[in-house]
């Protein structure tokens, strides 16, 4: 077996040295995480670590100011495990620079991508992707915002919900109807016609809006991918980025196994450390098993994307139902074994708690991954 063939179960130099950059801005951002997380605006701490450090360009080829000549799912999973290890609102602002510009990275004219990419490798501005409607979920092919050519340009008419950054973006990649098919326009949130209200408060806040498109023009060059064909390159994003969402999963079951670690190691009941009573050890080591096992189907599957991330979807689907249903049954068991000091408001571990909860909801909710693994075993594509 030559060098190149080797098998590769370790992270190599380029993406530990990655993971060193990553740790120290979730440590810079840990002090204050708490405060981060409950803000339904961008949090100012966290982007200027975020900025500092120059990790966005992870999301941007290198021809636009970016790292890496193709983005390479393996970095920015690692990244996000690190992130999320101290703060969801650092995650998230990391990860949507990738997920709400990839559009315009694989389907954006030249000048549009010179225009705007160099920018959001810098954060300097900020993307989002506006694909969810009020009545529209998972089932995304009955979008009813509608993308119209017009001598003047592309009309943008429709609704958006539950948008991520928005109101804090500057711009857009917006999936609608055209004729019979599907386009995407890049919509600069100045753009006349389009409002933003503040999205639902949730139980994990997060940066939301509710879009309205009120007959928005762009110029024709703003199209994203060619007329009537742009549902691939949401599937396309998606390839790319769903496993992502599993590293971040890894990291918030590690740092809810770690708080759980702390706690019983220190606190002592019949004598001794809580970890000493079989039942709270036990739990624990699960919690391990599951940590363990979801980094290594998470590094694995985002290895496998690296190359074709269209042909590994399957697996990116697997590593993301897997570490984001491990960090819900990690994060419980460690809200158990901290007893009620698992229990107080505004403790970490509460954060922790709560935060978990939508992984296994966007980005393709588990049973909407499960159901289409199902379609695929009944292929034979196992
Ligand atoms: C924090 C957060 C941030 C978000 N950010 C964005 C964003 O930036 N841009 C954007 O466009 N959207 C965003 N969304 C929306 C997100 O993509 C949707 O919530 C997601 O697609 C699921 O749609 P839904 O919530 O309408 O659930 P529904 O589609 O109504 O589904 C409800 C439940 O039904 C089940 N289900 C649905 N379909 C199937 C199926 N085929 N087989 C089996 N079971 C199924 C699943 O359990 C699912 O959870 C965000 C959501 C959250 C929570």
């Given at each position: 077996m030559s060098a190149v063939d080797e098998p590769i179960f370790e992270l190599g130099p380029r993406h530990r040295e990655i993971q060193r950059v990553a740790r120290d801005v979730a440590a810079q951002v840990e002090g204050f995480a708490a405060e981060a997380d409950e803000c339904t605006e961008i949090h100012r701490g966290v982007a200027e670590?975020?900025?500092g450090s120059g990790l966005a360009a992870c999301v941007v080829p290198a021809a636009y100011g970016g790292r890496d000549d193709v983005l390479d799912p393996l970095t920015i999973a690692v990244v996000r495990e690190a992130l999320m290890y101290a703060s969801a609102h650092l995650d998230s602002l990391f990860g949507m620079q990738g997920v709400g510009s990839y559009p315009l990275t694989v389907g954006g004219g030249e000048a549009l991508k010179r225009a705007w990419l160099p920018r959001v490798a810098r954060l300097e501005a900020v993307a989002g992707l506006a694909l969810t409607e009020p009545e529209?979920?998972?089932?995304?092919?009955a979008v009813t915002t509608t993308v119209r050519a017009e001598p003047g340009g592309l009309r943008v008419s429709g609704r958006k919900s539950f948008i991520t950054n928005g109101g804090a973006a500057d711009f857009y990649c917006v999936l609608g109807r055209?004729?019979?098919g599907y386009s995407m326009a890049l919509v600069p949130a100045d753009a006349p016609g389009l409002t933003v209200t503040p999205g639902a408060g949730l139980i994990a806040p997060h940066i939301l809006g509710e879009l309205t498109f009120d007959d928005v023009l762009v110029p024709e060059a703003n199209r994203?991918?060619?007329p009537g064909k742009a549902f691939s390159l949401m599937l396309r994003t998606l390839a790319v980025f769903r496993v992502t969402v599993a590293g971040s999963a890894v990291g918030l079951a590690q740092a809810a196994l770690d708080e759980a670690l702390r706690h019983t190691t220190t606190r002592e009941q019949f004598g001794g450390p809580l970890i000493g009573l079989g039942a709270v050890g036990q739990n624990l080591a699960q919690s391990w098993v599951d940590v363990e096992t979801a980094r290594a189907i998470t590094y694995r599957a985002a290895s496998l994307a690296?190359?074709?991330p269209l042909a590994h979807l399957d697996f990116s689907s697997i590593a993301k139902v897997s570490a984001t249903e491990a960090a819900?049954?990690?994060v419980d068991r460690s809200v158990q074994a901290m007893g009620r000091f698992g229990l107080i408001r505004g403790s970490k571990?509460?954060?922790?708690?709560?935060?978990a909860r939508p992984l296994r909801v966007y980005e393709g909710a588990t049973e909407v991954l499960l159901d289409s693994l199902a379609r695929r075993l009944a292929k034979g594509v196992s």
């Amino acid at each position: 077996m030559s060098a190149v063939d080797e098998p590769i179960f370790e992270l190599g130099p380029r993406h530990r040295e990655i993971q060193r950059v990553a740790r120290d801005v979730a440590a810079q951002v840990e002090g204050f995480a708490a405060e981060a997380d409950e803000c339904t605006e961008i949090h100012r701490g966290v982007a200027e670590a975020l900025r500092g450090s120059g990790l966005a360009a992870c999301v941007v080829p290198a021809a636009y100011g970016g790292r890496d000549d193709v983005l390479d799912p393996l970095t920015i999973a690692v990244v996000r495990e690190a992130l999320m290890y101290a703060s969801a609102h650092l995650d998230s602002l990391f990860g949507m620079q990738g997920v709400g510009s990839y559009p315009l990275t694989v389907g954006g004219g030249e000048a549009l991508k010179r225009a705007w990419l160099p920018r959001v490798a810098r954060l300097e501005a900020v993307a989002g992707l506006a694909l969810t409607e009020p009545e529209v979920g998972s089932d995304l092919r009955a979008v009813t915002t509608t993308v119209r050519a017009e001598p003047g340009g592309l009309r943008v008419s429709g609704r958006k919900s539950f948008i991520t950054n928005g109101g804090a973006a500057d711009f857009y990649c917006v999936l609608g109807r055209e004729g019979e098919g599907y386009s995407m326009a890049l919509v600069p949130a100045d753009a006349p016609g389009l409002t933003v209200t503040p999205g639902a408060g949730l139980i994990a806040p997060h940066i939301l809006g509710e879009l309205t498109f009120d007959d928005v023009l762009v110029p024709e060059a703003n199209r994203l991918g060619a007329p009537g064909k742009a549902f691939s390159l949401m599937l396309r994003t998606l390839a790319v980025f769903r496993v992502t969402v599993a590293g971040s999963a890894v990291g918030l079951a590690q740092a809810a196994l770690d708080e759980a670690l702390r706690h019983t190691t220190t606190r002592e009941q019949f004598g001794g450390p809580l970890i000493g009573l079989g039942a709270v050890g036990q739990n624990l080591a699960q919690s391990w098993v599951d940590v363990e096992t979801a980094r290594a189907i998470t590094y694995r599957a985002a290895s496998l994307a690296r190359t074709d991330p269209l042909a590994h979807l399957d697996f990116s689907s697997i590593a993301k139902v897997s570490a984001t249903e491990a960090a819900g049954r990690v994060v419980d068991r460690s809200v158990q074994a901290m007893g009620r000091f698992g229990l107080i408001r505004g403790s970490k571990i509460e954060r922790l708690y709560r935060n978990a909860r939508p992984l296994r909801v966007y980005e393709g909710a588990t049973e909407v991954l499960l159901d289409s693994l199902a379609r695929r075993l009944a292929k034979g594509v196992s």
